[in-house]
Structure formats: structure tokens, C-alpha cells
């Protein structure tokens, strides 16, 4: 959601979180971030990851009063105060918080597994620091929050910056006018309580981590300076490139997009908005990139006292009846489903470049894969350039889960700017080619609007990928044949149609005949299994298959499983239920669960299930018979 220095907290009283009041329609047609600062690890600047002070505020005392008034001076934790030297000087004086005194925490991370009493904790916490940054009057000065959960306020030198709803896309603010020459105290409010309006709502099968689980960083630019670079490959053939410069000096500028590999130079003016849209011809010897061959190309791009760095695939997706074309050719994507969830018996959604390879490489090299969805929401952009780099298609997605309110125009805001706010972000990675807006929503009008407004915002951001959404299914069963139809009438809206299938785990079709069920495809369109899995406790066995959550009888539902798959002529990938076991609090049973959803093929520390091998037969059999 765009971040504003000068949006109202109405809900607050209302509904005890911030920031959820209601935003008109007109705000929501403008839901692009204000910045998307491209690429904002290659800028100069400070990185803001390591030791904060944190406090933890339950009634969001440091917010208000008890009566609803403004937070008194002695309970504002972003106030800059040496509460120590203030008492001092002043022994009268009442202060109920000493962020300087206080405990600390590492960053980015959660607070999940900062103490057994903060496992489940909901609410409002504060994280504070100093840093010391010599300015430039020619420079221009942003903080930016990869990731805070749920919705975080920021604070530079007691003055509050701005505000962001949503917990997994960044959030820049320009704070140019408030940061000192030298010493500088940033405060950052975050408060992981959702309500019904919030994108994902308060009831999910997932670890939603409260904290700031992505890094922090003070960003230096020019005073007009590249804010977004968009450089693909059209599918009619094309090198195109979109570059949006900020600034005073925005109009009329010389542009310079360069990939020296190939010894192109795209060239030519801003327009009046700052904005510089071409293409060129594509060089006969590009490379395209592909799972089997992920060839990046260094690009460059060059606007007055500014320059940026990115490094870029160039690839085609498209649709052709069944197909999913990569580069023009067929493809069958062989993916596995995966959380933001480091491997551990205690993760705190610290996904570290080692921990995403870590995870990333089981699906590549271990399981012989080409493609990961990356559920349930937009993942780092770390992971996204790992992606890139290592070779592997991604499916990524907004958190729409569930019962989302889809009649409220504030709901709908949010998860629009969700969607722009990752699109802007990872539209210069080549291994996103499926952009999802949705998962296991239940049908109705309102729903159907409300997704085909998204859908209809990821064409229009980027066109030059596919739109999907993992929708649910209904049976019939004639003659002792069970059938599947896919009659969720968003498919018509979308590029290619996913459905999660959990039969032979959830309900009581029997393990033996899930292999019989027969699918129909009304919708010519490809289709994707976004989600199919089954239980299991790593080293739990019992051969006669009679119990869940054993090895073997996760095993013999993907046996079943990927039996029945094969007699499906439409589909063109999956994406089971999931890669790793990953924390979920719906999930307690007290011998195979405790807190874990257990469908993993791995378990929580890398051990491989017995589905695992499965699996990886399966994808090995399939990319063999691939035609080179």
C-alpha cells in the first residue's frame, strides 16, 4: 500500500490497528508506490540490519491515551529522548519506556522466537536505533522497509515519515528534510494484528511473523535519479525498455539504457513526466534465458548525475491452446509449492541469501525441478534474483486468501496495492512468469469483481506475463466415476487455470481411488495443480498405510496422485503441497504436529521424506522426456 505522511489512523479506535481507514475509489486507480527505488541494494548508502532496541506495547499506549487522546511525552517511544538524562535533570518527570535501556534484537527478523512469551503475541511493537550519516546537499535521502508485518509507522528524529499496510512489499519514504548531518534516532512502529479488512485476513494456515523480517536501509540518490527501470524482451521480438526518472529535472532528459554484452544502446529523451518508453531490435546473438540455461546480461542505465545497475534474463512466456510457451517453446513445469521459512527448528523468517539457495537448490538439484510457487505472498527480492540466477521459473503471488471482505473498497485498495507494489518491484526478473491473485476464494459477485479488478491491474502493470489463481473445485460422480470440473467462472478471466486438490487427504474419497478421478477442461486453457500434499512426521512409519501423517501414506498419495495427473491431456505443471515443513498455529496435534504443518516433503531441519524420492523420479522421468 503507498506509503503517505499525511494519511489519517480513523480505524484506529475503532478497530485497535493501524493504519485501515477506508480509502476512496480515485486512490485506489492510483495504486502505484510512490517510489519503487529500483534495485536499492546496488545504491549508496547505509544498511540498517543489526542491533535495534525493542519494546513491546500491547495497548499501543505509545500510540494514544486511554482516553483516545495523543500519546503522552512520557509513553511516545519514537520521542528521541534520553530518558535517563531527562530524569536527571528533571526527577519528577514520568517516563514509562527507555528505548535506550531497552532490550535488543537483531534485524531483520521476528519476534516469534525472541521469547517463549512472544510466540503467539499480536499487537504492537517498537524498534528503535541511532546511526550517524554525513550529508550531501546535492543529495537526496530515503529509508526503505523491505518487509514489515503487518503495518509499521516510521519515526526519523522524533517526526513521523509515513505509514505502510501489508507485510510482505516495501515501503520508501523520503526523508531528505528530516535526516541530521551525524547522529540520527529512527523509530519504526510495526503491529501484526489484522482484521477482517486486512490482505491476508486474521485466519490463515501460515506463520504470518510479526517484526521487520527484511532488511532496513537509508538509500542516497541525486536529486533526480532513476526510480524505475523496466528492461524485458516483447513477445513479438523486442528489446523494449521504461525508465522512470524523479526529480526536478525529470523532463526532457537523456537517457542511456546499455547492455554491453551485446553492444546495444538504447537512447532518447524523457517526457514531460519523466518517462522514456522504447524498444529496439532484438541482436541475433542474445541468449535467452531458460531453466536450462539462466543467462543473465549486465545492464546499465545512465540519466543525468545518476546511473543503475541491474543485471536481467531475457525470456517469452505466452499461452498457445494448452501449451505455456517458454521462448516459443512448450514447457511442463515440474515445481513444488514453498513458504518464507528458513530450514530450522526455530525460524523467524530470516531469509538470508544462504537460506533461500539452501531451500531453492532441494527443488533445482534435488528434486529436479524448473519451477517454484512462491506462496502465499510476494517473497524477497533476494529470492527472486537467486531465482534468476540459479534457473528457476516462479509463480508469485498476493495474499487473497481465503475470506478476503470483498465488498469494502479499503480491502480492495490494499491488495491492489499489494500487487503493484510487487510487480513494480520484480518486473526485471526473468523467473517470474505467473503473477496469482488469489487462493482458495470462495465464489460469489463480489469476489468475482474483486479479482477481476487485480487481474486487470497485472495486465495492465506488465503485459508480458501470465495471470492466475488457484481456485477451487466441484465433483460429480456418475456410474461410479467421480468427475472434477473446474467451474469457477474467474478462469475465464485468467491465463492459465490452477486448482488445488487435496482428495485422498482432506474428505472421504479413499487413497486407493484417487488415481480414477477423471478432470474435465471446458476453459481450453492449460492447467496447473497450484497445490496437492499430504501429511507426514519425518521418520513416522507404518507399512500397512492404515494412519496418516506416516511416511508411507504420504507417499502413496503422490503415487496416487501423480497416477491420476498423467491422465490429465491439459495440464502443464504443478506445484504440490509443499517443499519444506513450516509453521502454521492451526496446526497442534500434540504427537505429529505442535504447531507445524507437516506436508512437507522435507521436514523443518532438511531431513527428505519418503515422497520426496517420489517426486523427484517423477520430474526426472518427465524432463527426460522433453524433447531437447
Not at 4 to 9: D, F, G, R, T
Not at 118 to 125: D, K, Q
Not at 351 to 366: N, V
Not at 575 to 590: A, G, N, T, V
Request: proline share 5%.
Amino acid at each position: 500500500m503507498m506509503c503517505s505522511s499525511i494519511k489519517a489512523v480513523a480505524a484506529l479506535a475503532m478497530l485497535s490497528v493501524w493504519p485501515l481507514a477506508a480509502q476512496a475509489e480515485s486512490s485506489r486507480i492510483n495504486n502505484s508506490p510512490d517510489y519503487v527505488m529500483m534495485n536499492p541494494s546496488s545504491r549508496t548508502g547505509l544498511d540498517l540490519s543489526g542491533s535495534w532496541a525493542w519494546s513491546i506495547d500491547p495497548y499501543r499506549d505509545g500510540l494514544s491515551g486511554f482516553h483516545g487522546g495523543e500519546a503522552g511525552i512520557g509513553h511516545r517511544r519514537f520521542d528521541p529522548v534520553d530518558v535517563e538524562a531527562a530524569t536527571r535533570d528533571d526527577p519528577a518527570a514520568l517516563f514509562e519506556y527507555d528505548m535506550r535501556n531497552a532490550e535488543r534484537t537483531t534485524l531483520p527478523g521476528s519476534w516469534n522466537t525472541e521469547a517463549d512469551s512472544l510466540r503467539h503475541y499480536n499487537g504492537l511493537m517498537w524498534y528503535t536505533r541511532n546511526f550517524s550519516h554525513q550529508t550531501r546537499n546535492e543529495s537526496r535521502y530515503f529509508i526503505r522497509i523491505e518487509a514489515a508485518n503487518y503495518t509499521s509507522r516510521l519515526y526519523l528524529n522524533g517526526a513521523f515519515i509515513g505509514s505502510h499496510e501489508g507485510g510482505f512489499t516495501p515501503a520508501t519514504y523520503e526523508v531528505t528534510q528530516q535526516i541530521l548531518n551525524g547522529s540520527n534516532d529512527i523509530t519504526i512502529g510495526v503491529d501484526s494484528a489484522r482484521t477482517p479488512l486486512s490482505v491476508p485476513p486474521p485466519v490463515t494456515d501460515w506463520e504470518t511473523y510479526g517484526g521487520i523480517t527484511r532488511e532496513v536501509r537509508l538509500i542516497e540518490v541525486p536529486q533526480t535519479f532513476i526510480d524505475d527501470a523496466w528492461v524485458r524482451l516483447t513477445r513479438d521480438g523486442r528489446v523494449a525498455a521504461t525508465v522512470q526518472l524523479n526529480g526536478i529535472d525529470g523532463s526532457g532528459q537523456s537517457v542511456y539504457v546499455k547492455i554491453p554484452e551485446l553492444e546495444l544502446t538504447l537512447t532518447g529523451k524523457t517526457d514531460v513526466n519523466g518517462v522514456f518508453d522504447t524498444t529496439a531490435v532484438v541482436p541475433k546473438d542474445l541468449v535467452r534465458w531458460s531453466p536450462e540455461n539462466p543467462k543473465l546480461y549486465p545492464v546499465i542505465v545512465t540519466a543525468g548525475h545518476d546511473t543503475l545497475n541491474e543485471r536481467i534474463g531475457f525470456r517469452t512466456i505466452e499461452v498457445n491452446g494448452l501449451d505455456i510457451l517458454l521462448n516459443g517453446e512448450p514447457i511442463f513445469l515440474r515445481g513444488i509449492s514453498m513458504h518464507e521459512e528458513e530450514l530450522g527448528i526455530a525460524p523467524a523468517r530470516v531469509m538470508s541469501e544462504a537460506s533461500a539457495r539452501a531451500l531453492l537448490t532441494e527443488i533445482k538439484e534435488g528434486l529436479n525441478g524448473n519451477f517454484v510457487r512462491l506462496a502465499h505472498y510476494p517473497h524477497s527480492e533476494s529470492t527472486l534474483r537467486l531465482a534468476d540466477e540459479i534457473g528457476l521459473l516462479v509463480w508469485s503471488e498476493v495474499p487473497v486468501y481465503w475470506l478476503i471482505e470483498w465488498e469494502n473498497e479499503a480491502t480492495l485498495h490494499t491488495a491492489s496495492s499489494m500487487l503493484a507494489e510487487s510487480i513494480h518491484r520484480d518486473r526485471n526478473r526473468a523467473s517470474i512468469i505467473l503473477w496469482s491473485v488469489a487462493n482458495e476464494t470462495p465464489v460469489s459477485a463480489a469476489r468475482n469483481r474483486f479479482l477481476k479488478t487485480l487481474i486487470s491491474d497485472a495486465r495492465r502493470l506488465d503485459g508480458t506475463r501470465l495471470v492466475t489463481a488457484a481456485l477451487l473445485t466441484s465433483q460429480s460422480e456418475s456410474d461410479g466415476i467421480v468427475e472434477v470440473h473446474i467451474d469457477d467462472p474467474l478462469a475465464e478471466w485468467l491465463d492459465v487455470m490452477s486448482v488445488n486438490t487435496y482428495n485422498g487427504w482432506y474428505g472421504d474419497m479413499p487413497l486407493a481411488n484417487v488415481h480414477a478421478l477423471r478432470w474435465t477442461n471446458e476453459h481450453g486453457k492449460p492447467l496447473l495443480f497450484s497445490e496437492f500434499g499430504a501429511g507426514a512426521l519425518a521418520g513416522f512409519h507404518d507399512p500397512s498405510m492404515k494412519r496418516k501423517f506416516s511416511e508411507d501414506y504420504q507417499a502413496e498419495y503422490y503415487r496416487q496422485t501423480l497416477a491420476m495427473a498423467e491422465q490429465i491431456p491439459s495440464l502443464r505443471g504443478m506445484s504440490p503441497w509443499i517443499l519444506k515443513d513450516f509453521q502454521s498455529p492451526r496446526r497442534q496435534h500434540p504427537v505429529y504436529q505442535n504447531g507445524w504443518n507437516r506436508k512437507g516433503l522435507i521436514s523443518e531441519t532438511g531431513r527428505r521424506k519418503e515422497a520426496f524420492y517420489i517426486l523427484a523420479h517423477h520430474y526426472a522421468e518427465l524432463e527426460s522426456h522433453v524433447p531437447p
